[in-house]
């Protein structure tokens, strides 16, 4: 499959062994135990044997530890004594002191002490016995550490980006194309088999307009990149046939109707604006649709015969469709796969109806109880559905909200998008187990009628294991977005502008670098920063887009991680070789403390991010990695240190590089090595 998460290995360190103290060497590196998860294994079970021998009858309660807000507090902590002081009217810090001294600490054991502080159990974790192991594993399986597998891996199908094939990606669209293909990474990397999927919405309203301009003007071959062209073609096509609609019903409304004359006045004045701003971007092409439309006798009902002929399957009409759909996919294709994102499967709207499938799921939803037709269009009350199977708490529903019925055919017999949708869902689960759409957050309802709808039609696998992965608005500050004008950031005037601010920025290293690596770089580090602004924030909440955000040197993003891999790439390159033998005992400065705590906490970070869907965490990380980096680096000597310490300071870096560049990889971000 196409869909692979490369993650560059160095081979510097294959022979390096750790030793801690001179009393822990570990032979030539291989993968170690998680040190961390039996850290914490060791501090429940202790906690737990303390609590049989102080107070048993808390022995059996699941007793939560925490991570403490700052590092003076150990590297665990529990609120187990404040719990039992609560109940028995004991003063919390005497329950922990006897709590903490019923602890005893095994020998070997990754616990090097046992605190009391303000009623809490701090534990702190014995570097010199942890450094090792997490250094050791992280040196050791290099391009692969933190990657754990799965027991049980799955199929998923992720399907994102899935914008109507009439117009460039724009910024906003760029945000699910990038979530989707971070989403998908990480399902990956965690053992799942990935299907990445585009939906071409090719039945849509949009593309009808945009084929029926295409037609008029008789095909012309388009000017530029392609996808913008049809991007003009279609805001030029449908502004015309508004204009057009409009003024034709403005002659036939009575002059006594004063307020629907108003009414299409208001519209019409407003579709003039529009074209007076096509008008500059586009003339030729604007008064040529503007032309041949005002011949037509009826462009809306064109346009929806032309709807309803692809939906039939009509071969001229197909034709037609679907050599410009695939012209404008070839631009779109091009524009992700610049950053790096690529599909496995392109599942077409229109042939799931000329299967039949979408008619059988019809037939079978039109057997409902829950369906019913007034007259003029088929319905699914979706709200009976709820009630009927007592759906309110498993969704998450207001006992005094009422879901909304969803239409499923026009008076005029065509389907709507959501119930080809639930044809989709059931198409998209003959290959998979579960199946994530990323979806915009405004399709919310959608979503939940097409896993309602399921449920009735007794597919309550797929009903449960369809996840909506939403996310919220890109915006832009000074911009406005209207495609019905063609007023739309696209994600490659972005990519221009970040390869241009970035150029800007290393033109005193450029020459040093080479023609050929300071492109490299210069590319990279231009779609790492834009991925990144898409990434670091949760998905749910609206993104605002500023450069001084996205390519700073100074804070969370993506530039300021690389300066922070690149400034350990350079400490090793001056060292030119990596000890055999470094002795972790000798790291006990507090930042490398934190540093090697962050390296082990990668597996970890990994698992939450592809188990709960949440790339951002890797982001937040490979920041929080980079922040204590460059402050190590400010702080600590590596290259003028004495000996020993020196080589086991070149073994955290050479940590540093790897926890670093594979958190980045897994979002589909490479990082340079100079910058």
Known sequence: MRNSVRLRQRTNFKHARI???????IGNLVALPDALRQFRAECVEALDLALKATYPEFS??????????????????????????????????????????????KRGSLIAAVEEAAGYINFRLDYAMAGPLILNSALATGGQYGLEKINQPIRISVEHTSSNPAGPVTMATARNSILGDALARVCL??????????????????????????????????????????????????????????????????????????????????????AAELQSAD??????????????????????????????????????VR????????????????????????????????SGLVKKTLDRLAKLPFTSTDGTALKLDVNAIVEAYTLRDQFGLARNYDVPPLTLVRSD???????????YSLAKFQDSDKVVNVIASEQTLPQLQIRLALLALGEKTAALNMIHYAYGLVELPGAKMSKRRAHFITLDEVVQQAKAKV????????????????????????????????????????LTFTWDRVLSLERNSAPFINYAYTRA??????????????????????????????????????????????????????????????????????????EQVKNARAALVAAIQIVLRNSMALLGIILNDRM
């Open 19 to 25: 030793r801690c103290g001179g009393s822990c060497r």
């Open 60 to 105: 059996a309660s699941a007793h939560r530890l925490t991570v403490p807000n700052a590092s003076e507090f150990g590297e665990l902590a529990s609120s187990v004594a404040h719990e039992i002081a609560r109940q028995k009217n004991f003063l919390p810090q005497e329950v922990a002191r006897k709590i903490r001294d019923a602890i005893p600490i």
């Open 189 to 274: 990397a965690r053992g799942h088999t990935v299907i990445k999927r585009f939906y071409v919405d090719d039945v849509g309203r949009q593309v009808s307009i945009l084929a029926y301009g295409y037609e008029l003007l008789k095909r012309p071959a388009p000017h530029g990149k392609v996808d913008h062209w049809f991007g003009r073609l279609y805001a030029c096509t449908n502004c015309a046939v508004q204009i057009e609609s409009t003024k034709r019903k403005l002659e036939m409304t009575g002059s006594d109707d004063i307020t629907e004359r108003n009414k299409l006045q208001q519209n019409l004045d407003e579709w003039v604006a529009v």
């Open 283 to 320: 003339k030729e092409l604007l008064e040529s649709v503007l032309g041949a439309v005002r011949k037509q006798d009826d462009p809306e009902r064109d346009i929806q015969e032309l709807g309803r002929k692809y939906e039939e399957n009509d071969k001229g009409t197909v034709e037609l």
């Open 323 to 354: 050599t410009m759909v695939e012209l404008c996919l070839e631009g779109i294709k091009d524009s992700l796969s610049e950053i790096g994102i690529v599909f496995d499967k392109w599942d077409w709207e229109g042939e799931l109806l000329w």
């Open 413 to 423: 017999g065509t389907t709507l998008y959501s119930t080809r949708d639930i044809a």
């Open 503 to 542: 150029d800007q920025t290393l033109a005193e290293r450029k020459q040093q670098l080479g023609q050929e690596e300071a492109q490299r770089v210069i590319d990279n580090v231009a779609y790492g920063a834009i991925k990144f602004a898409m990434l670091s924030i949760s998905s749910a909440k609206n």
């Open 569 to 642: 790439g350079s400490i090793l390159r001056k060292l030119g070789r990596m000890p055999a033998n470094p002795d972790c005992s000798l790291l006990t400065h507090p930042l490398e403390h934190l540093l090697i705590l962050k390296i082990g906490e990668l597996p970890d970070v990994f698992c939450e991010a592809a188990d709960q869907l949440k790339p951002e965490e890797l982001a937040t990380y490979a920041s929080a990695v980079a922040e204590k980096f460059h402050e190590y680096y400010e702080k600590a000597d590596v290259i003028h240190a004495e």
